[in-house]
């Protein structure tokens, strides 16, 4: 697949990968980490759905990365319009009170503003990144990382060697015993060239929060763990 054609491909919406947040969360948590990296970012949607909910109070950080300087733009902006009934539309939104609390209504029914509040705005930054070309300049402790590497195989074989280079820096990208939260397409790819010494797989994200209501087939993540050794 051409640098191009992935480019492409930059679907996202706000609380897209619910369970994958929460898990990212609550590592975070667990492990007294002040920031968590979304690599692939696309538009930032991801970015400040982990950062909403972290709650309003919290002093968590969060940065996006994405290849896409346009994306990136667009995620700095922090201003989206969505159609509740197109068939991508943040179903968190209308099922919580979020949409509430974020969104003003536009034109009709269906159509909703999201202006990002400030304070929301604040604890996040946005950079362009090419993880295949190099890891991020400073290893950090968690990086989530979700529907990225499946479009890397997933429609053609052709670049392999992007893919794992993508996997090589994500591991560079981690301090040592850092985490990748990740969805369970990628995890099926990392399986096949991940390095049992480097990686070590924590769990199932389905089996930590089997009472999340919705979850997609896109939810089912896996957690694994930088080893203390490259
Ligand atoms: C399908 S979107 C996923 C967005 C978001 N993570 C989500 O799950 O909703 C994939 C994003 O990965 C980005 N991407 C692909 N290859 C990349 C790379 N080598 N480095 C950084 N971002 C990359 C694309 O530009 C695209 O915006």
């Given at each position: 697949?051409?640098?191009?054609?992935?480019?492409?491909?930059?679907?996202?919406?706000?609380?897209?990968?619910?369970?994958?947040?929460?898990?990212?969360?609550?590592?975070?948590?667990?492990?007294?980490?002040?920031?968590?990296?979304?690599?692939?970012c696309?538009?930032?949607?991801?970015?400040y759905?982990?950062?909403?909910?972290?709650?309003?109070?919290?002093?968590?950080?969060?940065?996006?990365?994405?290849?896409?300087?346009?994306?990136?733009?667009?995620?700095?902006?922090?201003?989206?319009?969505?159609?509740?009934?197109?068939?991508?539309?943040?179903?968190?939104?209308?099922?919580?009170?979020?949409?509430?609390?974020?969104?003003?209504?536009?034109?009709?029914?269906?159509?909703?503003?999201?202006?990002?509040?400030?304070?929301?705005?604040?604890?996040?930054?946005?950079?362009?990144?090419?993880?295949?070309?190099?890891?991020?300049?400073?290893?950090v402790?968690?990086?989530?990382?979700?529907?990225?590497?499946?479009?890397?195989?997933?429609?053609?074989?052709?670049?392999?060697?992007?893919?794992?280079?993508?996997?090589?820096?994500?591991?560079?990208?981690?301090?040592?015993?850092?985490?990748?939260?990740?969805?369970?397409?990628?995890?099926?790819?990392?399986?096949?060239?991940?390095?049992?010494?480097l990686?070590?797989?924590?769990?199932?994200?389905?089996?930590?929060?089997?009472?999340?209501?919705?979850?997609?087939?896109?939810?089912?993540?896996?957690?694994?763990?930088?080893?203390?050794?490259?």
């Amino acid at each position: 697949m051409s640098q191009e054609r992935q480019s492409l491909i930059g679907t996202t919406y706000f609380f897209r990968e619910v369970n994958l947040f929460q898990t990212a969360l609550d590592i975070a948590k667990n492990n007294d980490i002040s920031e968590i990296v979304s690599v692939g970012c696309s538009t930032g949607e991801e970015v400040y759905s982990l950062a909403y909910l972290a709650g309003r109070n919290n002093t968590l950080k969060f940065k996006g990365v994405d290849v896409d300087q346009r994306r990136i733009k667009t995620a700095q902006n922090g201003e989206y319009v969505f159609d509740t009934t197109n068939n991508t539309s943040p179903r968190w939104l209308v099922s919580m009170n979020i949409i509430n609390e974020l969104c003003s209504p536009i034109k009709s029914a269906n159509n909703y503003r999201i202006d990002v509040p400030p304070d929301i705005r604040n604890r996040t930054q946005f950079s362009v990144h090419d993880m295949a070309k190099a890891p991020l300049p400073e290893p950090v402790q968690l990086i989530i990382c979700a529907n990225v590497l499946m479009h890397y195989w997933a429609f053609t074989n052709e670049d392999k060697s992007r893919s794992y280079a993508l996997q090589r820096h994500l591991f560079k990208s981690l301090k040592p015993n850092g985490y990748l939260v990740t969805d369970r397409y990628s995890y099926e790819e990392y399986k096949e060239y991940v390095n049992p010494n480097l990686w070590l797989p924590q769990y199932d994200v389905l089996k930590e929060y089997p009472q999340q209501p919705l979850p997609t087939y896109f939810d089912l993540g896996m957690v694994l763990k930088r080893k203390d050794n490259d």
